[in-house]
């Protein structure tokens, strides 16, 4: 729901559990309360894409049977699936730019029983705009973090279940060529391109590479895209939105020439899908003018980071609750 | 439930990549490379079995949303 703070702060007094996306000049005029949110100013609302700062995008949390919330930082983020319910689901929200993200995105996929935990979540954060920090909130405290991650765990009924799922935009581009990394990490210098080790950053300058494109690495059928974030040709380093993974093979994806037929393209296999949670990423609300376009069945605040188990970038992620 | 087949020699061949197999789970998926890739690299009988086992308690915990899958693993 996409609301005026009025009705946020009702929700908030009548003991609704909820998760919020919105400005920070009016997180931070909410009351305490059973909620956690984070900042941003961009939102895909069921009537389209809207940069926003005075309206509040609330998801209501009624299947709850019990919930808790943790906050984290950077040396503890790897314990969140010892605090996750055995049947549960963890909505998850950190700060861009902060160590906690940059923490949870290197360590999450080492994590040990991460894929038995469903975590969903995002990245918060600001209006481009403008030199702001991003946040998240604890609402049940009233405290807010530009360092910390903040989830709400939520305690689902036996008979339900927590399925993630991602929806992305981008396929492998067959004909680029293949790209490994030497370490885990958000920025390279150098890496392999068809085996042979290259200064990263002259390799794309050089080939004239779209940077729009990310670059892939497919899990089994699941694109995992690492959106490249700057490229420095001084200082012969690439930054990227997520990590790349040593030991994965990497290629660009093709060229997205229309992203809204794009996306309808894709949206088209998930008309049965019924999310309580989705988010879509800053890149693909940009490059695809996904302003006043809506995403059916899917709305959520935009975001610098999805979270479906794992960090991605450059996607869709949703979570939906089904019958056991 | 009876299945009429051993789904652990199914997720062995998952593992050891003698099958090419996609589920409808994103999280399986994610799983399964997981398996598959520390499998590849340190290819003993204990990492074999350690990665069977978490792909069974995977598949129990989510058998639920997991019903057409056993289709493909009997055809497997």
Redesign the interface.
């Known amino acids: 729901m996409f609301v005026s703070l009025e009705k946020a702060k009702e929700f908030i007094a009548e003991g609704k559990i909820l998760h919020i996306a919105a400005d920070e000049s009016l997180l931070k005029q909410l009351p305490k309360g059973k909620w956690i949110a984070g900042t941003i100013p961009y939102f895909i609302t069921e009537e389209g894409g809207i940069t926003c700062k005075d309206k509040l995008l609330v998801d209501e949390i009624p299947y709850a049977v019990e919930y808790k919330t943790m906050v984290y930082n950077k040396d503890d983020i790897v314990d969140i699936t010892k605090d996750a319910y055995e049947n549960g689901l963890t909505l998850l929200v950190m700060p861009y730019g902060s160590e906690v993200s940059v923490s949870y995105a290197k360590k999450a996929?080492y994590i040990e029983d991460l894929?038995?935990t469903?975590i969903v979540g995002w990245i918060s954060g600001i209006d481009l705009s403008l030199d702001e920090s991003a946040k998240v909130f604890d609402g049940f405290t009233g405290t807010s973090f530009g360092d910390k991650a903040v989830a709400l765990h939520i305690c689902l009924p036996d008979n339900k279940?927590a399925?993630?799922?991602?929806v992305n935009i981008f396929e492998v581009n067959e004909n680029s060529a293949k790209f490994e990394f030497l370490e885990d990490s958000l920025s390279a210098q150098k890496c392999l391109v068809n085996g042979k080790q290259v200064l990263f950053a002259d390799y794309l300058i050089e080939n004239n590479v779209d940077t729009k494109s990310p670059l892939v690495a497919n899990?089994?059928?699941?694109l995992m895209n690492v959106a490249i974030k700057s490229v420095s040709e001084e200082d012969k380093t690439v930054e990227f939105y997520a990590p790349v993974f040593k030991?994965n093979e990497y290629r660009f994806a093709k060229p997205v020439v229309d992203y809204v037929k794009k996306f309808e393209e894709q949206l088209k296999g998930f008309e049965k899908v019924k999310p309580i949670f989705s988010c879509n990423c800053v890149l693909n609300y940009l490059y695809g003018k996904l302003d006043q376009k809506a995403t059916p069945p899917f709305a959520g605040p935009v975001t610098f980071g999805e979270v479906?188990?794992?960090l991605f970038s450059q996607t869709l992620v949703y979570a939906e609750l089904?019958?056991? | 439930m009876e299945l009429g087949f051993n789904l652990d020699e199914k997720f062995e061949k998952i593992v050891k990549r003698k099958v090419m197999y996609q589920s409808g789970s994103m999280g399986f998926n994610l799983l399964i490379t997981r398996m598959q890739k520390r499998y590849s690299a340190n290819p003993t009988e204990e990492v074999l079995k350690g990665a069977i086992k978490e792909m069974h308690d995977f598949y129990e915990k989510y058998r639920s949303i997991l019903t057409k899958e056993l289709e493909i693993f009997k055809r497997m």
């Open positions: 996929p894929l038995m469903p279940i399925s993630l799922g991602i899990y089994n059928g699941v030991g479906a188990y794992q089904k019958d056991k």
